[in-house]
């Protein structure tokens, strides 16, 4: 991997760093958006960082700072939804969540397989169920918490692009405008 992706400063390392992880999540998402209209990029997944976002699959460094530049001046014009992506993880998780929650209710009390076994068409109607939901929940879940489309005072320090399990990728340095001043 990239020296520069590798060698991220643990100096910059703090708790505040943790309050940025959802605006750099929304313009993860907004920056993938982008790809996906405007350079017709659709195999691009993302990861969110407190120090940037990491983006892997198939682009040009050039697609990638434009799409950037555009999602960050979309999100400042007020486009929130560009935040929100319906693939995101925070969907898969919340869902993953409440199948797990499910299963350990529906099997709670239970002594061996075969009482297990009893209750195992509650379970699969409860996930059912749960798979049908648990994506709206997830994008609720990512409006209210693990992104917030209000990026104000930040700016990418730097594009840095290497490769991930033979896959292109890109890792989008972000920092807050003050210190890029």
Request: charged fraction near 20%.
């Given at each position: 991997m990239?020296?520069?992706?590798?060698?991220?400063?643990m100096s910059?390392?703090?708790?505040?760093?943790?309050?940025r992880?959802?605006?750099i999540?929304?313009?993860?998402?907004?920056?993938?958006?982008?790809?996906?209209e405007r350079?017709?990029?659709?195999?691009?997944?993302?990861l969110?960082?407190?120090?940037g976002?990491?983006?892997?699959?198939p682009a040009?460094?050039?697609?990638?700072?434009?799409?950037f530049?555009?999602?960050?001046s979309r999100l400042?014009?007020g486009?929130?939804?560009?935040?929100?992506?319906?693939?995101?993880?925070?969907?898969l998780?919340?869902?993953?969540?409440?199948c797990?929650?499910?299963?350990?209710?529906?099997f709670?009390?239970?002594?061996?397989?075969?009482?297990?076994?009893?209750?195992?068409?509650?379970?699969?109607?409860?996930?059912a169920?749960?798979?049908?939901?648990?994506?709206?929940?997830?994008?609720?879940?990512?409006?209210?918490?693990?992104?917030?489309?209000?990026?104000?005072?930040?700016?990418?320090?730097?594009?840095?692009?290497?490769t991930?399990?033979?896959q292109?990728?890109?890792?989008?340095?972000?920092?807050?405008?003050e210190?890029?001043?």
């Open positions: 990239n020296e520069t992706i590798r060698n991220v400063e910059t390392l703090n708790f505040w760093n943790l309050f992880t959802p605006k999540h929304a313009l993860e998402h907004a920056t993938i958006s982008v790809l996906n350079f017709q990029r659709r195999k691009i997944a993302g969110s960082t407190p120090f976002f990491v983006l892997i699959g040009a460094i050039e697609e990638v700072r434009d799409a530049d555009i999602a960050l400042n014009a486009e929130k939804d560009l935040a929100l992506s319906k693939n995101c993880g925070t969907n998780a919340v869902t993953g969540a409440l797990a929650l499910a299963a350990i209710i529906i709670s009390g239970t002594k061996n397989a075969k009482d297990r076994f009893r209750r195992f068409d509650v379970l699969a109607l409860s996930a169920l749960i798979s049908r939901i648990g994506p709206k929940l997830g994008f609720a879940a990512q409006r209210r918490v693990t992104t917030t489309a209000d990026v104000r005072g930040l700016a990418v320090d730097g594009i840095y692009q290497t991930v399990l033979g292109d990728a890109f890792f989008v340095r972000i920092i807050s405008e210190a890029a001043g």
